[in-house]
């Protein structure tokens, strides 16, 4: 049974952790940040008024964190989404995803997008088994620096 609750600042250390553990660090191609950094991002990020940030636990243990931004458009972004390397394989990030939809729809959101990298075989599976289409593929810049090609994701939440 998966619980979701609203990230809060005691959050932070669990994310920091789970994001720069050495299998996500690579999937989400980061860059070199002390965690004292990653805090003091976390913090802005908690008092921006167009994202939203969620814990999901696993009876009481934190196993992933959830980012959704452009809740004051008609559509919304999961801009993160990371499961905790012991957690994976789960069905945990197809559970986080729809509980993204279901909380778009509820703020007045039309559509969902999510961007990964085509290296990300993982993230892709899913959100096809999820009936997210292709709507983008570019090039961007990576945080570890690194242009990378990238896929957006899209799907109607009417």
């Not at 729809?98 to 997008?113: I, L, N, P, V």
């Not at 945080?143 to 090609?149: I, L």
């Amino acid at each position: 049974m998966l619980d979701v609750v609203a990230m809060q600042n005691e959050h932070i250390d669990f994310v920091i952790a789970v994001m720069t553990s050495d299998r996500n660090k690579a999937a989400l191609h980061l860059g070199r940040r002390t965690a004292q950094a990653w805090h003091e991002i976390f913090v802005q990020n908690l008092a921006d008024p167009d994202e939203v940030n969620f814990i999901l636990h696993k009876e009481v243990t934190p196993v992933a964190w959830l980012k959704i931004n452009g809740l004051q458009s008609q559509r919304a972004a999961i801009s993160m989404l990371v499961v905790h390397e012991a957690y994976q394989r789960q069905g945990i990030a197809a559970f986080a995803v729809r509980y993204a939809e279901k909380f778009a729809q509820s703020q007045g959101c039309a559509d969902m997008t999510i961007h990964t990298t085509t290296d990300n075989a993982a993230a892709i599976n899913c959100y096809e088994k999820l009936g997210y289409a292709i709507a983008e593929t570019a090039e961007r810049t990576m945080d570890d620096g690194v242009k990378r090609q990238c896929v957006t994701f899209w799907r109607s939440l009417t």
